[in-house]
């Protein structure tokens, strides 16, 4: 993998708009105004920008010259400057600005300072007082070194006061700017050199021997250390372990490795990260979070969900970790969000990233507790066909509309909502399982649960876990976790909007193995990923297992519709001129044909309609003409002109009657 990197050439050309050589030098963009014969900036949407020498007194300004903003308009009214599109405001040395702005009053207004680019973009809106004040802006966090930010915005008064969502009838302000500097920009002389990133192998396993340079480093209340007393059945030949007290909030966790900025701990191949974990409870979340220690909103977190005592864990980033970005950092959270936490201490050892190999937890990664292990009598399961239908009389199904609580496992955890309601149309099958994704990113359903010990839902006849899936939006992860005991498995598919059937076959997955008598089916749906503002629906039906069968969907017919009238393309509307018909838009299941009719009409009519031409449009068809071009003959002389399509497939038909010709053939 590679990334790319600055370096800086001498002697290189400078740009600027209104700067001198010499202030070039120490701030490679940037403009105080003086020496600005007129305006050389844009103004955009309702904003009207001048040059001044009379701009109010206060500090933030030198004397001379300033801009003068009269905001008004949009809410995001502005003026910006444009440099070379081969140039960049900011770089990776420094990604910073400073701004001098003027405000009219003491409203909690905002200033935007933004950066754009082709196909980039970074907002910051700052909140601001009442007079002058110099603005220090950072873009580090969320600047792509693969684009130039060649746009610079100003936006006052951004989205009316208080930054927030501007309605209508923006009132008049007026501010003052002056003293505008990026010193960390560059320019197209500056040469991006690709320089590889690197992947080390790390075992963190807290012995005299560990060479991953781990430091730990605990935050939010959380307090751990290095010990020898690690309860019995923990990585073989270990004499090491790391005990973390957690605390309130539920944030609460610790750092256990920072790499250089440019090493990434997981790599293609070597997307898991492996770590021996004691919990002194189940049921609680697990989390391992990789982050960048440049940018910080480069993170990506992966969850697990507690068993009682040693088990080996596997994180695994595939969905969410770009391989395009460094994580040089991470953290583990113990009982993550929990409203209270154990006072039981956690204990993990043997953390491995990008393919290192940690021991094993003794007995195997079987068992909890203290290890032992030892077979399964698989003769003491069974393997029943088992199909989730959410209708009436599924009383297994019935489960799955609840909280998952200990008493009831089965049901929607993460803070998500399970109802059973009428599946929305094409599934055809009656009921579903409807799940509001509006807690955790990792808002799911245990959907099929044992208690009795006695059932298993795979086996080395049926790997197979299908279901008929609704997903609101389009290449929606979709994941499904088997579970027995501390053992797990796990298989992502990647949904289309609307209603597909998904089959996961486990004898694909990595560590599922037909001698575990896997107790539990687990789905989460658009996996890990965050919630939206206004949570998603997702729909769950004939859930199958053990060799049941997941009835096929099908599609409810629909009949042709037109979403965008029938309209007609005029070059010269003269007889011998040939205009042509577009058909519109349709909707409709199936195949869709298609029919073209003309008229000409002696009144004109100003709105399409789903028709033929009523009597006052005083219309008569063109014998004939059927296809989507036509050529004016010397009878449409002094007439409008129009033309009818018909689209139909296996339910019906539907018409959709152009507009007329805006004037008269001549």
């Not at 309702?46 to 905001?71: C, R, W, Y």
């Not at 043997?350 to 077979?375: E, L, M, R, Y």
Request: proline residues 5%; contains cysteine.
């Amino acid at each position: 993998m590679f990334r790319k990197v600055l370096a800086i050439c001498l002697a290189l050309p400078l740009f600027s708009i209104g700067i001198s050589v010499a202030q070039a030098a120490s701030s490679p963009w940037s403009e105080n105004f003086d020496s600005m014969q007129s305006y050389s900036g844009t103004d955009f949407d309702g904003n009207t920008t001048s040059l001044v020498s009379d701009q109010p007194a206060g500090e933030g300004f030198t004397s001379g010259q300033a801009i003068k903003m009269d905001n008004q308009g949009a809410a995001w009214a502005g003026t910006k400057f444009i440099l070379p599109a081969t140039s960049s405001a900011i770089s990776n040395a420094n990604a910073t600005a400073s701004i001098s702005v003027y405000s009219p009053d003491a409203l909690d207004r905002c200033f935007m300072l933004k950066l754009e680019g082709v196909g980039a973009a970074i907002e910051r809106p700052v909140h601001v007082t009442q007079g002058w004040q110099t603005l220090s802006i950072s873009y580090a966090s969320s600047y792509d070194q693969t684009k130039n930010y060649n746009v610079i915005a100003l936006m006052p008064n951004f989205a009316a006061v208080g930054c927030g969502n501007f309605n209508s009838g923006k009132a008049l302000t007026t501010w003052y700017v002056d003293n505008i500097s990026f010193p960390g920009a560059r320019n197209a002389a500056e040469v991006i050199i690709p320089e590889e990133r690197s992947t080390p192998q790390a075992l963190i396993n807290f012995e005299s021997s560990d060479s991953s340079g781990y430091s730990v480093i605990d935050f939010g209340g959380n307090h751990s250390s290095v010990v020898t007393d690690a309860p019995e059945g923990g990585s073989i030949d270990s004499t090491k372990a790391l005990k973390v007290v957690t605390a309130a909030p539920g944030w609460s966790g610790t750092t256990l490795i920072k790499k250089s900025n440019m090493a990434s701990l997981i790599s293609l191949g070597a997307m898991g990260v492996k770590a021996n974990i004691y919990s002194p409870v189940a049921g609680k979340i697990l989390m391992i979070k990789l982050e960048s220690l440049v940018h910080p909103s480069q993170i990506v977190e992966v969850r697990q969900t507690s068993v009682v005592g040693w088990k080996t864990y596997t994180f695994d980033f595939t969905v969410g970790g770009n391989l395009d970005l460094d994580y040089p950092m991470a953290s583990i959270f113990f009982d993550f969000d929990g409203s209270s936490k154990t006072t039981d201490p956690w204990y993990v050892d043997d953390i491995s990233f990008n393919g290192a190999h940690g021991a094993a937890i003794v007995g195997g990664d079987t068992g909890g507790g203290s290890g032992g292990g030892g077979s399964i009598d698989l003769g003491l399961y069974t393997s029943p066909s088992t199909l989730l239908t959410f209708e009436p009389e599924d009383e297994l199904g019935a489960l799955t509309a609840a909280e998952a609580l200990p008493e009831h496992p089965q049901g929607v955890f993460g803070g998500g909502v399970g109802q059973i309601v009428s599946a929305p149309k094409d599934s055809n099958h009656g009921n579903a399982l409807a799940i509001t994704k509006s807690g955790a990113q990792w808002t799911g359903v245990n959907a099929i649960v044992d208690q009795s010990g006695s059932i298993r839902y795979t086996d080395e006849v049926n790997s197979n876990v299908s279901f008929n899936f609704y997903s609101a939006k389009a290449n929606s992860p979709t994941a499904v976790q088997l579970f027995q005991g501390e053992a797990m498995v796990e298989l992502i598919q990647y949904a289309p909007l609307g209603w597909s059937t998904l089959n996961f076959d486990f004898a694909t997955a990595p560590g599922w193995s037909s001698g575990t008598p896997y107790d539990k089916v687990v789905i989460f749906p658009d996996f890990q990923i965050p919630v939206s503002d206004i949570p998603d629906i997702y729909y769950i039906d004939d859930v199958s297992v053990n060799g049941a069968t997941t009835t096929s969907i099908v599609p409810t017919a629909v009949k042709p519709s037109s979403s965008k009238a029938a309209v007609i393309s005029v070059k010269k509307l003269k007889v011998g001129s040939v205009i042509s018909a577009g058909r519109g838009t349709w909707t409709g299941s199936g195949s869709i044909s298609y029919k073209v009719s003309w008229y000409r009409c002696a009144n004109k009519a100003a709105t399409a309609i789903s028709a033929k031409p009523n009597s006052a449009s005083k219309c008569v068809a063109i014998a004939g003409q059927k296809s989507t071009s036509y050529k004016l003959t010397k009878a449409d002389k002094g007439k409008y002109i129009r033309v009818l399509v018909k689209a139909t497939n296996s339910v019906g038909s539907a018409l959709s009657l152009s507009k007329s010709t805006s004037g008269k053939v001549s």
